[in-house]
Structures are given as structure tokens and as C-alpha cells.
């Protein structure tokens, strides 16, 4: 089965440390991988996707397909950051669905 | 540009009543998603549109849910009737097409069901 889980649901950090949101994933094929994220009172929104291989704002996330894992990290946290943060995973099964199926989410907040 | 549209943004039903939904994609998103996303969980897609057509609706209670996207625009979810359980966020996402993965969100449906 399909499956994303981020085991924290909280995750409190004074703001300079560093970050890591744990996401790992069941899938016997080859996903693609997601960061969204929902700021207070905002929609949810792409983050990061792991096929970009890129850094968006100062977070950065890498497939790791041997520990099926693809944690979010920041080298040192900042208030703004406080936000929820979804992992998804698009199974890519073919045909033309682009679905996401999402973890349950894991509050990030950063303390001053 | 404009996001995408989502009314009403909160809605109080009895159970065993009806509710509908309506969602308004960014201009030119083929694609068209809504999920539903109970409190501590995350969204979980109901139903996928490309243009007019479903693409997707393997997770849809269809015994009370339905949706359309009769002209390949705007879309509408409904529920009847409601049960408690169906008491979610309802969100509706749109996207270029199924190449361009990046989904686009509206601010979502707050449903509660007495």
C-alpha cells in the first residue's frame, strides 16, 4: 500500500538550530516526492519538490530510496519557518493521474 | 494572478442534510482536485477532473458524494446526505495539466456536520 508517515506530529525548536522533518514512504516503484507547506491563516503550497533538487528557503530534501525517506532540513531554523508541513507522495502509476497522497502533517515550531 | 476560488469558506449543516461546494481553478488548469482533509490528518484527494472528465475517483463515497466539472471550468462538490463523519476541510487544487505536478490550492471549506 501507499503510504506517507511523518511520526512527529510537533516538532519545537528554538530558532538558529537546526531543523529535520522526518517523512518516509511505502512504495514499491519510483515516486515523485513533495514538501508543502501551510503557513498560519495562508494556503497550503509547494515547497520543495525532490526531482528539483533545489533549496527553498534555506530547506532542502533528499530522496533516499534505500531508507525510503525524504526529510526536510534547515541548517538553522527562523521564526518564519513556524508553519505546518505536509510530505506527499505521487505514485506515478501511469494514465493521467497526478495524485498526492499526504502524510499527517508535523507542526514546525520555532521559538525566539 | 487570481488563485483558485472556493465558496462558501464555512458551512453548519444537520446531518442528513445538503451541502454543496464550489471551487473556481486559476485560469488555463486543465487538472482539478478536491480533497478532503479531517482535523489531524492530511488531504486526501476525493476526485480528480482533467477538463470534463473523471480521472480519478477511487476514494469518493459515492453513495453521498458527488462532484461535476460540467464545462471543464468550475467545479461542484456534493454531499447527501451529510453524516457526522464527513465534518472536514474540503479543498479544491488545480494544476496546468498532469505533466506539471505542482498543484495550486484554494483556502478550503470548513464543514461541520451536527
Known amino acids: 500500500a501507499q503510504r506517507v508517515t511523518q511520526p512527529e506530529k510537533l516538532l519545537s525548536v528554538f530558532k538558529g538550530a537546526p531543523v529535520e522533518l522526518k517523512c518516509n514512504y511505502s512504495y514499491s516503484g519510483s515516486p515523485e516526492l513533495f514538501w508543502y507547506v501551510q503557513y498560519s491563516r495562508q494556503r497550503l503550497q509547494l515547497l520543495l519538490r525532490?526531482?528539483s533538487r533545489e533549496s527553498i528557503k534555506g530547506f532542502t530534501a533528499d530522496l533516499n530510496k534505500g531508507e525510503t525517506s525524504f526529510h526536510l532540513k534547515k541548517p538553522f531554523a527562523q521564526e518564519e519557518d513556524s508553519a505546518m508541513y505536509y510530505c506527499a507522495l505521487n505514485p506515478r502509476m501511469g494514465g493521467a493521474t497526478n495524485k498526492l497522497i499526504f502524510g499527517t502533517g508535523t507542526l514546525l515550531a520555532v521559538q525566539p | 494572478e487570481a488563485g483558485v476560488a472556493q465558496s462558501p469558506r464555512y458551512k453548519i449543516i444537520e446531518k442528513r442534510q445538503s451541502v454543496a461546494f464550489w471551487c473556481n481553478p486559476i485560469s488555463g488548469h486543465a487538472t482539478l482536485y478536491w480533497y478532503q482533509q479531517i482535523l489531524g490528518q492530511g488531504p486526501k484527494l476525493l476526485i480528480q477532473?482533467?477538463?470534463?472528465?473523471?480521472?480519478?475517483d477511487s476514494q469518493l463515497p459515492k453513495d453521498r458524494f458527488s462532484a461535476e466539472r460540467l464545462k471543464g471550468v468550475d467545479s461542484t462538490l456534493k454531499i447527501q446526505p451529510a453524516k457526522l463523519e464527513d465534518s472536514a476541510v474540503y479543498l479544491c487544487?488545480?494544476?496546468?495539466?498532469?505533466?506539471?505536478?505542482?498543484?495550486?490550492f484554494g483556502p478550503g471549506t470548513r464543514l461541520t456536520v451536527l
Open positions: 487544487a488545480s494544476s496546468l495539466g498532469d505533466a506539471y505536478n505542482e498543484q495550486f
Open positions: 477532473f482533467q477538463n470534463n472528465g473523471v480521472v480519478d
Open positions: 525532490h526531482i
